[in-house]
């Protein structure tokens, strides 16, 4: 976290900003996975960056000690990114959908709790969404293998589609009554 007063980005942009085919790969990634927007991929990025990083360093002459390597492979297997018995190897070939799959957001979707991914996200940020009874409120929340199982609705909710509500609410409507016959003003006894 480090002090406060020096907050840095916990994500790295992009050297070429505006080169055309990342922006359209980005751009499927966005729509696929339906984050808000790029930071939010950058981030997932980032993150998978640092695992790669991490894994070629242990993998030169100039590696850490085993300790670290079995920290960094419990992490891994605790948030679903590398499977038990998996190698260094292994992790050089991880992509941003390995961990975009472990998003809270996803795993709703994936789940069948929202119709959509943008619901799913909605669902999430609106408070609808619990952890083994705890409300978690963010849709990046990175999601561990054994809480998998616990993710439900946090409060109760009725999830339908657009087409769905309207063929409710036409059912629950009334039938639209005959227009009634225009009432006769009343005359006043003196005239």
Do not use: C
């Amino acid at each position: 976290m480090g002090a406060p007063g020096r907050n840095r980005r916990q994500y790295d942009k992009p050297k070429e900003i505006w080169d055309l085919e990342r922006i359209k790969s980005s751009g499927a990634l966005i729509d696929a996975y339906g984050l808000k927007n790029m930071k939010e991929l950058w981030i997932a990025q980032t993150e998978i960056g640092r695992i790669r990083r991490n894994a070629r360093e242990l993998l030169s002459a100039t590696g850490g000690s085993d300790s670290v390597k079995d920290m960094m492979f419990k992490r891994l297997e605790r948030i679903g990114l590398a499977k038990p018995g998996a190698t260094l190897d292994s992790l050089l070939d991880l992509k941003e959908n390995s961990l975009l799959e472990r998003r809270l957001q996803t795993v709703v979707f994936r789940k069948g709790l929202a119709k959509t991914i943008k619901q799913a996200r909605q669902l999430t940020v609106h408070g609808f969404i619990a952890i083994n009874g705890k409300k978690v409120s963010r849709p990046g929340y990175t999601v561990d293998v054994k809480d998998e199982a616990g993710i439900a609705y946090y409060k109760p909710i009725d999830v339908m589609t657009a087409k769905q509500a309207k063929e409710a609410t036409a059912a629950a409507a009334p039938a639209p009554a005959a227009p009634a016959a225009p009432a006769e003003p009343e005359k006043k006894e003196g005239e």
